[in-house]
């Protein structure tokens, strides 16, 4: 088998014949393809960059050791996301030694839709603040609003990811904004008139 992959493949394409002739140009193509944002990802999380060179490489070996099991019921990009976020919120949990850092303590109150917090509080704040404001919020929040605003996943994308429901995941984007407005107001009191 001389070229078993080449970069005019798509994902799937690519895991296909990998998976059909194991040949490695096959996961070296994943591997460039990903390599940058699995650790992108992971530096976001993270905040160290010796911790995130070694979860991408870990990272990297959970995909080729699962890519078998991978079911094609999300695009390959989301699977990758979910393996990297779960990742990497086991190694915070861990630093941090607390067991429910995700815990959804209000997952099953009442929808309180009338208090929604739109988009518009996020879009207001300026950038060199809301880099401060993202990094005094807990990191579950802060993932799910990076997850939603910056990587511009949907709902069901989101919600495949943290394995919860839609409507839990519009629950923790509504409660996550709203942490982020209380400490923008907090790290950045507005003068009064």
């Known amino acids: 088998m001389e070229n078993a992959c080449d970069n005019s493949m798509k994902d799937l394409e690519v895991i296909h014949s990998y998976l059909e002739y194991q040949a490695g140009e096959c996961f070296d193509l994943l591997y460039n393809r990903y390599v ?14 010796a911790l995130a ?4 490489q ?6 080729f050791l699962n890519l078998s099991r991978f079911k094609e019921q ?28 995700l815990s959804d303590e209000l997952e099953n109150a009442p929808d309180l839709a009338e208090d929604e917090i739109s988009d518009k509080v996020l879009l207001e704040i300026e950038i060199s603040q809301l880099k401060t404001v993202l990094e005094n ?7 799910v609003l990076l997850m939603k605003y910056q990587d511009g996943m949907s709902i ?16 923790k984007i509504k ?4 942490k982020a407005q209380k400490a923008r107001e907090e790290l950045f009191p507005q003068p009064t008139i």
Request: charged share 35%; proline share 1%.
């Open 36 to 49: 940058g944002k699995i650790y992108a990802k992971c530096i976001s999380i993270l905040k160290d960059e």
């Open 58 to 63: 870990e990272i990297f070996t959970k995909i």
């Open 137 to 143: 919020i807990p990191t579950s929040d802060r993932m």
């Open 175 to 178: 409660r996550a904004k709203a």
């Open 156 to 171: 069901r994308e989101i919600s495949e990811v943290l394995e919860k429901t839609e409507s839990a995941v519009k629950m």
């Open 74 to 101: 999300a695009r390959f990009s989301t699977w990758v996301y979910s393996i990297t976020y779960n990742y990497c919120i086991d190694i915070v949990r861990r630093q941090k030694k607390k067991k429910d850092l």
């Open 53 to 56: 060179q070694d979860a991408t």
